[in-house]
């Protein structure tokens, strides 16, 4: 065992469009587990991708807003970017390094010096696009920016990297991990490594339990995708999934919250995570959803187990 904590946390990357946040994620994440999801809007937060490391976890999420700058400009934001990023533990605002720092950086930066004490990382991206005196003179201007708005302690890092040629994006995910606050791996990693899917079904059908009831269960509820199976005899043109969960709480008081009278509320769950997860896959499901009680889940080390943390 490395006498190392364990670090876990969420970090968003924002950016103008074109800033090389998905290549980023995809770069920091490896491709084998990419997960991009064609409706971000389904959850507060999208998963695009969870970086696992042996004493550290990152998961990569999705602000909808800093997400978009463009549209974003267009609206009424007072509130947006603090209710969106105030969740996530860092936030990594890509510059591409071959584009002048422009009115739409130094708005975003704006936006982002509200988020009292959330570490801001300035991540240069696509540095193998420029050479080494204009990227200085980036990083240079990238400082400035920070300073000039976010006043003098300016940004809490600022890490030049090239997805394209792999450069610093190992060291992109440190300076992340060195953000993140002491924790346990907050995703099973084996399930996600191997079935991106049946992490972000999971996400979804958590998101659409805990939905009016998160103060009553904060973090009793952990969900945990059985199966995802193609239902047999359908045509390439008309594919249905079956997809099984289990819901796991830690009282039968809990059991009743999720369930609701007469199992209304655990139908309204469904159909909401149904939507969600068919818009994710592109198919239409079948959900099947089991609530049961694990009795202290969270504390019992073989209960933790079984369920995959
Ligand atoms: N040369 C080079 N090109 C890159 C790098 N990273 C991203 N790109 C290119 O830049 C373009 C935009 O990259 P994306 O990762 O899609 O940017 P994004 O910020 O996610 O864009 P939006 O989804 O529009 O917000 C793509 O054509 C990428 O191939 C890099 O490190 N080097």
């Known amino acids: 065992m490395?006498?190392?904590?364990?670090?876990?946390?969420?970090?968003?990357?924002?950016?103008?469009?074109?800033?090389?946040?998905?290549?980023?994620?995809?770069?920091?994440?490896?491709?084998?587990?990419?997960?991009?999801?064609?409706?971000?809007?389904?959850?507060?937060?999208?998963?695009?991708?969870?970086?696992?490391?042996?004493?550290?976890?990152?998961?990569?999420?999705?602000?909808?807003?800093l997400h978009r700058p463009r549209t974003l400009?267009?609206?009424r934001l007072n509130d947006l970017v603090a209710d969106t990023l105030a969740e996530v533990d860092a936030i990594g605002f890509c510059i591409p390094a071959n584009e002048p720092i422009g009115p739409g950086d130094k708005f975003i930066t704006s936006q982002l010096s509200r988020l009292q004490r959330k570490p801001l990382i300035a991540v240069v991206t696509k540095t193998d696009l420029v050479d080494r005196?204009?990227?200085?003179?980036?990083?240079?201007?990238?400082v400035a920016l920070g300073e000039e708005v976010l006043g003098e302690q300016g940004w809490a890092d600022v890490v030049p990297v090239s997805a394209a040629d792999g450069f610093q994006v190992e060291t992109v995910g440190d300076v992340?991990?060195?953000?993140?606050?002491?924790?346990?791996?907050?995703?099973?990693?084996?399930?996600?490594?191997?079935?991106?899917?049946?992490?972000?079904?999971?996400?979804l059908v958590r998101e659409a339990a805990l939905e009016g009831v998160r103060d009553e269960m904060p973090h009793s509820l952990?969900?945990?995708?059985?199966?995802?199976?193609?239902?047999?005899?359908?045509?390439?043109?008309?594919?249905?999934?079956?997809?099984?969960?289990?819901?796991?709480?830690?009282?039968?008081?809990?059991?009743?919250?999720?369930?609701?009278?007469?199992?209304a509320r655990l139908r309204e769950v469904g159909t909401n995570a149904r939507q969600s997860i068919e818009a994710l896959l592109g198919t239409r499901i079948y959900l099947d959803?089991?609530?049961?009680?694990?009795?202290?889940?969270?504390?019992?080390?073989?209960?933790?187990?079984?369920?995959?943390?």
């Open 73 to 75: 400009l267009g609206q």
């Open 289 to 309: 959803l089991h609530v049961k009680i694990a009795k202290d889940w969270q504390r019992d080390p073989k209960q933790l187990v079984r369920l995959g943390f």
């Open 176 to 203: 992340f991990v060195s953000h993140m606050p002491e924790s346990p791996a907050l995703y099973p990693d084996g399930a996600l490594t191997d079935e991106p899917e049946a992490v972000m079904v999971a996400e």
């Open 133 to 142: 005196a204009a990227l200085t003179r980036q990083l240079m201007a990238v």
């Open 222 to 263: 952990a969900v945990v995708v059985d199966e995802i199976v193609p239902r047999e005899g359908r045509s390439a043109d008309n594919q249905l999934l079956d997809v099984r969960v289990n819901l796991f709480v830690e009282r039968s008081s809990q059991k009743a919250i999720i369930i609701g009278k007469g199992g």
């Open 2 to 65: 490395s006498e190392q904590k364990h670090r876990a946390g969420f970090v968003s990357l924002v950016g103008r469009p074109n800033a090389g946040k998905s290549t980023l994620t995809n770069a920091l994440v490896g491709q084998k587990v990419a997960i991009t999801s064609s409706k971000p809007q389904t959850t507060r937060h999208t998963i695009r991708g969870i970086v696992h490391r042996e004493n550290s976890q990152l998961i990569l999420v999705d602000t909808p807003g």
